[in-house]
């Protein structure tokens, strides 16, 4: 399984961006799929996931109500919608997958096998 994320950018406090992830070599739709953010100085931080089979999402609580993951499995591709932007979002956005989560979806760097590169987005006025 190989992903890429895209679709970072500049964007105004209280402003929206779209990231999307496309998986290729595999079936994603039987990969837990997630988001994770690392901010400069910090470490990476898990955001969202989205379990295999069953689409069953989970947030962290800094984003829960303004963040959004998805999956389109005809497209093979993972999103994260991201509303309400703040200044705190500012960040490397890497999505990651790892094999037949249907149940509940892993929120540690360490349980996941294959990552994206990052996309960077930065929320600034």
């Known amino acids: 399984l190989q992903l890429q994320a895209s679709g970072g950018g500049l964007v105004q406090p209280g402003g929206s961006l779209r990231l999307s992830c496309a998986a290729s070599g595999a079936d994603i739709d039987y990969y837990a799929v997630a988001w994770f953010r690392q901010a400069p100085g910090k470490e990476r931080e898990w955001v969202a996931c989205?379990?295999?089979?069953?689409?069953?999402?989970s947030y962290a609580e800094s984003v829960k109500g303004r963040l959004i993951i998805s999956r389109d499995a005809a497209k093979s591709t993972a999103y994260l919608q991201m509303n309400r932007l703040e200044a705190e979002d500012t960040a490397v956005y890497y999505c990651?997958?790892?094999?037949?989560?249907?149940?509940?979806?892993?929120?540690?760097?360490?349980?996941?096998?294959?990552w994206g590169q990052g996309t960077l987005v930065t929320v600034s006025s």
């Open positions: 989205i379990t295999s089979n069953y689409d069953t999402t």
């Open positions: 990651a997958a790892d094999y037949l989560h249907p149940i509940s979806c892993p929120s540690r760097v360490g349980d996941y096998d294959y």
